[in-house]
């Protein structure tokens, strides 16, 4: 339940180094029902000192933050009634909550383009708080997916702590999470969804992630890349429980094939990065989990988006590494978490 004393505490940021995340908050009866990325929350209920509306969710790249700015003016401050300055751009008393390096980045053109000031808040913190605020508050929030089947889970709030969040933005979090506010950032990895995304246009010549995306969805990783029964003449390797398919070395046919990139299709080479990278961020959660005892790994950020392949790769990675010990789990609402910690932290 949010209370809401002043007029712009209806919008807060997450500006990661790929992409600009913004949560807002749109009042029942509002016009502003505009969702970027198709999704809102209902929050309030309907005692008379709250307002009952959605929180609702947009994306934009951050190297096109014109396009969000404009989007602010129009659809967010254009609606904020009283805070508007008659000449159409925003008074200067204004303050946003923000998250992010982009906070600190891009703190002077928000103050000049739209007389924003930002007050700051850590990203990790956010990070862990957008997890709880979804865990605890949010239906159906939390799902496995495994063989095919996703399985939403309820989650029991006094069973909640301790879990590992692994935040796969362009580069990777690993928190381990032991309550609201007790947290530590435990591990990461800078082969993330940047690195998915930028060795993908280099490799493929795509130009955008969704291209890449549907690239690899029509790809087979088994072309490029090394599996065991390539090594083994087709046969597992049941002594130490590798099965013919397991890879054993992604990309690993381009040496012994001889061949050019030109030589593959783009298709192949997108699965096949998909899959390392997706393995290898499931491989060290699991490390991790298991360094600290933690029995639920919930991953976030705007890497996963919900594509059934990437939640699949993850899932066999913990499962096959844990022995069926720990497991993966996704959340409907992956790419807001700092966006929604920042969010949430307006009524801290
Ligand atoms: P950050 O805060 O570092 O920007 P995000 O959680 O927003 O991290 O995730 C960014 C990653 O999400 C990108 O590196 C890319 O792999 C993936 N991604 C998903 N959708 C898009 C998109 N529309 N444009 C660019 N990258 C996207």
């Given at each position: 339940?949010?209370?809401?004393?002043?007029?712009?505490?209806?919008l807060?940021l997450?500006?990661?180094?790929?992409?600009?995340k913004?949560?807002?908050?749109?009042?029942?009866?509002?016009s502003?029902e505009e969702?970027?990325?198709?999704?809102?929350?209902v929050v309030?209920?309907?005692?008379?000192s709250?307002?009952?509306?959605?929180l609702c969710?947009?994306?934009?790249?951050?190297?096109k933050?014109?396009?969000?700015?404009?989007f602010i003016?129009?659809?967010i401050l254009h609606?904020?009634s009283?805070?508007?300055?008659?000449?159409?751009?925003?008074?200067?008393k204004?303050?946003?909550k923000?998250?992010g390096?982009g906070?600190?980045k891009?703190?002077d053109?928000?103050?000049?383009k739209l007389?924003?000031?930002?007050d700051?808040?850590?990203?990790?913190h956010?990070?862990?708080?957008?997890?709880?605020?979804?865990l605890?508050?949010?239906?159906?929030?939390?799902f496995?997916?495994?063989?095919?089947?996703k399985k939403?889970?309820q989650i029991?709030?006094?069973?909640?702590y301790?879990?590992l969040l692994?935040?796969?933005?362009?580069?990777?979090?690993?928190i381990?999470v032991?309550?609201?506010?007790?947290?530590?950032r435990?591990?990461g990895?800078?082969l993330?969804g940047?690195?998915?995304?930028?060795?993908g246009?280099?490799?493929t010549?795509?130009?955008?992630?969704d291209?890449?995306?549907e690239?690899?969805?029509?790809g087979?990783?088994?072309?490029i890349?090394?599996?065991?029964?390539?090594?083994y003449?087709?046969?597992?390797?049941?002594?130490?429980?590798?099965s013919?398919?397991?890879?054993?070395?992604s990309?690993?046919?381009?040496?012994?094939?001889?061949?050019?990139?030109?030589?593959?299709q783009p298709e192949?080479?997108?699965?096949?990065?998909?899959?390392?990278?997706s393995?290898?961020i499931g491989?060290i959660?699991?490390l991790?989990?298991?360094?600290?005892?933690l029995k639920?790994?919930?991953?976030?950020?705007?890497?996963?988006r919900?594509?059934?392949?990437?939640?699949d790769?993850?899932?066999?990675?913990v499962?096959?590494?844990?022995r069926?010990?720990?497991?993966?789990?996704?959340?409907r609402?992956?790419?807001f978490?700092?966006?929604?910690?920042?969010?949430?932290s307006?009524?801290?």
């Amino acid at each position: 339940v949010f209370r809401f004393s002043t007029q712009i505490s209806h919008l807060a940021l997450d500006i990661g180094g790929t992409l600009i995340k913004l949560v807002y908050f749109s009042a029942n009866g509002d016009s502003i029902e505009e969702s970027r990325d198709g999704g809102s929350i209902v929050v309030g209920n309907n005692g008379c000192s709250v307002v009952q509306g959605r929180l609702c969710f947009a994306k934009f790249e951050t190297r096109k933050i014109d396009d969000c700015l404009e989007f602010i003016r129009l659809n967010i401050l254009h609606h904020s009634s009283g805070v508007q300055h008659p000449n159409g751009t925003a008074c200067d008393k204004l303050s946003v909550k923000a998250t992010g390096g982009g906070a600190f980045k891009f703190a002077d053109l928000f103050k000049e383009k739209l007389g924003i000031h930002f007050d700051k808040e850590d990203e990790m913190h956010c990070l862990v708080g957008g997890a709880n605020f979804l865990l605890k508050t949010v239906p159906r929030e939390a799902f496995t997916y495994l063989d095919g089947q996703k399985k939403f889970l309820q989650i029991d709030h006094k069973d909640l702590y301790p879990y590992l969040l692994v935040n796969i933005g362009s580069g990777v979090s690993m928190i381990k999470v032991d309550g609201d506010g007790k947290y530590e950032r435990i591990s990461g990895t800078s082969l993330g969804g940047g690195t998915f995304l930028g060795l993908g246009k280099l490799l493929t010549k795509c130009q955008s992630f969704d291209e890449l995306l549907e690239l690899s969805h029509h790809g087979n990783n088994r072309v490029i890349d090394m599996l065991v029964g390539d090594i083994y003449g087709g046969t597992d390797y049941s002594k130490i429980g590798l099965s013919s398919t397991a890879i054993a070395s992604s990309f690993g046919k381009a040496i012994s094939d001889g061949k050019e990139l030109e030589d593959y299709q783009p298709e192949d080479v997108a699965r096949s990065l998909l899959r390392m990278i997706s393995n290898n961020i499931g491989q060290i959660a699991y490390l991790n989990a298991l360094r600290f005892g933690l029995k639920r790994i919930f991953f976030g950020g705007f890497f996963i988006r919900g594509l059934e392949y990437t939640m699949d790769t993850i899932s066999v990675a913990v499962h096959f590494w844990s022995r069926g010990e720990a497991k993966a789990m996704f959340l409907r609402h992956e790419g807001f978490l700092g966006a929604l910690g920042a969010f949430a932290s307006y009524k801290e």
